[in-house]
């Protein structure tokens, strides 16, 4: 038995109880969990009423300046665009810290995207891949027409996730395809990863090598995290890589991609252009048969 006053191996533990609510504080004065996390609700306040619509359409009108006020310069930009869409469906993007996921709400913002890219480029052509259990596909042909390309997002198979991408597949590929479109016409290719491992091949760095060999601009968004591989892809082609932490930021990354991108300096260009307009002949040199 211990004597009185005699220190015992219970008095090493502290009760939590003892701290009292202000040992559980911060620095800040708020709780340490919530000090992880962003308060978002707070940015939105109330109006003299008590509603809340002037703090959201103040929200919205400052994106859109932002997005207005990006391009300042005066650079020259290409208006016939090539562009090559990868949608990653492995099983990553099944994850649910996009509602209701990831897939649904990726092919939900594509909808817009493509609506709004044949918008501000009327002249440019679009296909999309799709890549999953280490193999790419194409979904739709290289066309100007957008109802396609959205006809094929809504199909129900493309919720069907499987396996890991293969980012180099889905390069490849599109590559392929982008080869055979004219030279005068700007070469994208703009994907939507989840994942943060990739089924490859081969050699990615190969593929790299090939991509600014010809010339095409790749550009990411990431769903998850910045994997380096995938940003310094971006970064070497000319492209622009993001990671979309919700999915307003999904759209502010997708709809960055809707202006034409700079001409690259080092990159070839038509001075001129044949078009198919229909010339006048002269009747009487018309050979008679």
């Not at 980012?167 to 989840?194: D, F, K, T, W, Y």
């Amino acid at each position: 038995m211990p004597k009185a006053n005699e220190p015992t191996d219970d008095d090493d533990y502290i009760d939590i109880d003892d701290t009292g609510p202000e040992g559980l504080k911060g620095a800040d004065g708020g709780y340490a969990w919530e000090e992880e996390y962003k308060r978002s609700w707070d940015v939105i306040q109330e109006d003299a009423s008590g509603s809340i619509q002037s703090s959201v359409l103040g929200i919205s009108d400052q994106r859109k300046r932002k997005r207005r006020l990006r391009d300042t310069l005066a650079v020259q930009r290409g208006i016939i665009r090539h562009v090559m869409l990868v949608i990653d469906q492995s099983e990553s993007m099944s994850v649910r810290d996009m509602t209701p996921t990831r897939i649904h709400a990726t092919l939900l913002l594509l909808e817009k995207f493509v609506v709004e890219f044949f918008d501000q480029n009327p002249i440019s052509q679009l296909s999309v891949v799709t890549t999953k259990d280490g193999l790419a596909e194409k979904l739709t042909e290289m066309s100007s027409n957008p109802t396609d390309h959205i006809r094929a997002l809504r199909k129900k198979t493309n919720r069907d996730l499987a396996g890991e991408p293969s980012i180099q597949n889905a390069l490849e590929l599109s590559m392929h395809a982008l080869r055979r479109v004219p030279s005068h016409g700007l070469r994208e290719i703009i994907c939507v990863i989840g994942s943060l491992t990739t089924c490859d091949p081969g050699d990615i760095e190969q593929t790299l090598c090939a991509l600014k060999h010809a010339q095409i601009r790749v550009s990411m968004v990431h769903l998850a995290a910045e994997v380096h591989v995938l940003k310094r892809i971006c970064k070497e082609t000319g492209g622009e890589f993001a990671v979309a932490m919700d999915e307003d930021d999904l759209k502010d990354s997708l709809f960055e991609c809707v202006p034409p991108p700079a001409i690259a300096q080092n990159k070839g260009l038509a001075s001129m252009a044949r078009m198919g307009f229909p010339s006048k002949a002269n009747c009487t040199l018309v050979p008679t048969p």
